[in-house]
């Protein structure tokens, strides 16, 4: 089931895709797609972020692999729904999209051991973990400045509850104006969704609706105002926003 947050003419609506292009609410009405504003598809608590997650997109920034998970926070100044507009940093160099698998866990947990870790996933999302690749370096870690500005963290489309039967084996593609920019598979996680959830829940309590991006692969490119973002995972949908300059934004 694929389920979404949206607002209809400024009333919070909780919808499931009926069928493409349609949304229908707990009460059987429906909402074109084309109606609505569309709203990260959960209201979690935090999103935590995984760096440097596939060998060959730390290869690409010439990174070195990290001994363990590299763990960094996306602010809730920084999500935002499906086709809602990210802001352009002014003076920025290199901003760049990243397309993620994002798990929402399902039920309040702590001290979940790999092997029943899948037991508290409460569905998938996509997202798109924008950077300013001008503030990440040594001198900015973890990387705030870089990677928290407003409009950040585009999610959705839908929350997919129960039609990915393998979240190892998805693949991503970014698409910016038509053009495909990233592709690869979560086959090449460095370290899986058990093995993520297990590292977390050791020291973290992991409550409802919360998300965690488990890091993108190589392709990652520029993006300007005027660009149109397209972001496909396997079975989820696709995140579609576009970017716009600060004095656009309104």
Not at 53 to 81: C, M
Not at 100 to 119: H, K, Q, S
Not at 134 to 161: I, Q
Not at 215 to 233: A, F, I, K, N
Request: glycine share 8%; proline share 10%.
């Amino acid at each position: 089931m694929k389920r979404a947050r949206v607002l209809h003419r400024g009333r919070l609506v909780e919808a499931v895709l009926a069928e493409p292009g349609l949304l229908r609410g707990p009460d059987g009405r429906a909402y074109p797609e084309s109606e609505v504003e569309f709203l990260p598809p959960v209201a979690p608590t935090k999103v935590i972020a995984l760096a440097l997650n596939y060998v060959d997109h730390a290869r690409e920034l010439e990174l070195q692999e990290p001994e363990e998970p590299a763990l960094f926070f996306k602010s809730p100044n920084t999500w935002i729904g499906h086709r809602r507009p990210v802001v352009y940093p002014p003076g920025a160099r290199f901003v760049h999209y990243e397309v993620e698998l994002a798990v929402a866990i399902g039920r309040r947990c702590r001290r979940i051991p790999a092997a029943r870790a899948m037991e508290v996933v409460g569905g998938y999302t996509i997202a798109n973990d924008l950077v300013v690749r001008d503030y990440v370096s040594n001198l900015f870690r973890p990387p705030l400045r870089g990677k928290c500005w407003d409009t950040f963290c585009p999610l959705g489309p839908y929350l997919v509850e129960d039609e990915v039967q393998d979240p190892g084996c998805l693949e991503l593609r970014a698409y910016v104006n038509g053009e495909l920019r990233q592709r690869g598979s979560t086959r090449d996680l460095m370290r899986t969704i058990p093995e993520i959830i297990e590292y977390i829940t050791f020291f973290m309590t992991l409550e409802p609706g919360d998300l965690i991006l488990t890091g993108t692969p190589r392709g990652v490119s520029p993006v300007y105002p005027g660009d149109q973002m397209r972001l496909e995972v396997q079975g989820l949908g696709a995140l579609e926003n576009p970017v716009v300059a600060e004095e656009e934004a309104g």
